[in-house]
């Protein structure tokens, strides 16, 4: 796969790009639906609520705090994570205000 030449575009157009792409995994929106429907802390109950190894789970919550949708906390041995409210109202209000601007017309185009 070829570099990407981030340096060709805008700070919120990369920044955009790097929520899509933390969203762009099944098991990623798998984990926040789940962090969404308890709306606490979510700790171990991860591996028993996908099925996915302790490991895999773990990688896709890095990817999701990486990208600031979430952040996590040390609570003893273990790690709890839940929505981190500023990251997500602001990927919440970059992606709508690019959905905005999208206005159907009449023409057959494409």
């Not at 003893?76 to 999208?102: H, M, R």
Request: charged fraction near 25%.
């Amino acid at each position: 796969m070829g570099v990407t030449r981030t340096e060709l575009f805008t700070d919120k157009q990369n920044k955009v790009a790097n929520w899509a792409k933390a969203l762009g995994h099944p098991a990623r929106i798998a984990i926040l639906q789940h962090m969404l429907k308890e709306k606490t802390c979510i700790c171990g109950s991860l591996v028993e609520e996908l099925g996915l190894a302790q490991a895999t789970i773990s990688q896709h919550l890095r990817e999701l705090k990486d990208a600031g949708l979430i952040t996590g906390t040390v609570e003893g041995t273990s790690v709890c994570y839940c929505i981190e409210p500023k990251g997500w109202a602001k990927a919440q209000a970059a992606f709508n205000k690019l959905f905005d601007k999208y206005e159907p017309t009449d023409s057959d185009c494409c």
